[in-house]
């Protein structure tokens, strides 16, 4: 079966970051590179953590023009990273360029394209947030549009929070990839998340993947924390 757990390696070193790839990799799917790690450990360090046999989330976030967008994602894709992300808002020509660019990569290297995921409303904007800087203040709304842009361009996937789950299932094709973060057991600390869902109830929901960080990787045990969650998904 798929494992759809993917861990946040949100630490700032690579050390610290393979010390848990060690320990991580043969009870989760992928490990997720956000900025932090990237910026101080750079592709060779993407590299160390795929030559423990791991599958790569790079999470960049690209919001620029689409030839430099494609570019990054032709770099991402010949670093044969599983996932990553840009940013919906970058609008359709920069999200059809980044889709072609890993599709064009994938055929030339003979291997599967990188998933690129588009993001809609990053979780920390409200409707408040939204009107400040001139958008509709209606963040469902705008996640719905950015939603469907995204995958009118083509792209296979977007990252939404647990809560969007539901609303998206409804209005994108069955096969588009979720991936969620913000997820948190019963008992689990909430640490700054605020709207979230447990692991089963977001893959009952419907999503595909869930990005987890805090809960494993700042765990006592991370690999028993790791093994509870994949539990968790099979109880009734
Ligand atoms: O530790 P925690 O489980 O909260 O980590 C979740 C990961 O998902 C972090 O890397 C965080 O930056 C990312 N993320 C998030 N909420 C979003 C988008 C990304 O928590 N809306």
């Known amino acids: 079966m798929h494992n759809p757990l993917i861990v946040a390696l949100d630490v700032p070193t690579l050390e610290a970051a393979l010390k848990l790839v060690e320990e991580l990799a043969p009870v989760v799917g992928a490990f997720k590179v956000g900025k932090e790690l990237f910026v101080s450990a750079g592709p060779e360090g993407v590299r160390r953590i795929q030559s423990s046999g791991a599958s790569v989330f790079l999470d960049l ?6 030839n430099t967008v494609a570019r990054a994602v032709e770099a991402a894709s010949q670093l044969d990273v599983q996932m990553l992300t840009v ?3 970058g609008g359709g020509e920069m999200l059809r360029a980044a889709e072609q660019a890993a599709q064009e990569c994938g055929r030339k290297l003979g291997r599967r394209p990188p998933l ?3 993001v809609t409303v990053l979780t920390n904007l409200d409707n408040a947030g939204l009107s400040e800087i001139g958008v509709e203040p209606d963040v469902g709304r705008q996640v719905e549009r950015l939603a469907s842009l995204a995958v009118k361009c083509g792209l296979r996937g977007l990252v939404c929070s647990p809560l969007e789950i539901a609303l998206l299932r409804q209005i994108i094709p069955s096969d588009t990839q979720l991936v969620t973060p913000g997820i948190r057991g019963p008992e689990a600390k909430k640490d700054d998340q605020k709207r979230t869902l447990s692991p089963k109830e977001a893959i009952d929901a419907g999503a595909n993947w869930l990005v987890i960080g805090r809960p494993i990787w700042a765990a006592e ?3 028993a924390a790791a093994g509870k969650i994949l539990a968790s998904l099979n109880e009734p």
């Open 221 to 223: 045990h991370p690999r």
């Open 87 to 89: 940013h919906a808002s």
């Open 116 to 118: 690129v995921l588009g």
């Open 61 to 66: 976030k690209f919001h620029d023009i689409p």
